[in-house]
């Protein structure tokens, strides 16, 4: 099951990248996480051995501690990750108003002088 989601998860967090990473820091951004996650790898085999022999953990509770930090890494981005498009949109419509009341502003003031 693990290769299976590496496979989906790899083509997920490419797809991630390219969407909330500008092109010119994508390459650093996709080396940082595939160095991140093969450092992460490196222990995994041996802390899920040790939890498999330990007395009162278990397979079960190696299978319990994935869910769980699947579980918290995917509330995690589901609380924290923004997409950038939505801030960009939302500064340029601020923009856009900041602007619109500056014009009004002037014409007011040139209401104003005779």
């Given at each position: 099951m693990g290769g299976a989601s590496g496979v989906v998860g790899g083509a997920a967090w490419s797809a991630l990248l390219a969407d909330l990473v500008p092109s010119e820091k994508r390459g650093r951004y996709s080396g940082l996480m595939s160095t991140l996650s093969g450092l992460a790898s490196l222990p995994a085999p041996n802390i899920g051995a040790s939890m498999w022999t330990t007395e009162g953990i278990g397979p079960t509770g190696v299978m319990w501690a994935q869910m769980i930090i699947g579980m918290v890494s995917t509330?995690?981005?589901?609380?924290f990750l923004r997409d950038p498009r939505e801030e960009a949109k939302k500064q340029?419509?601020?923009e856009e108003l900041a602007r619109d009341d500056g014009e009004k502003n002037e014409d007011d003031k040139e209401d104003q002088n005779p």
């Open positions: 509330t995690q981005l589901w609380l340029k419509e601020a």
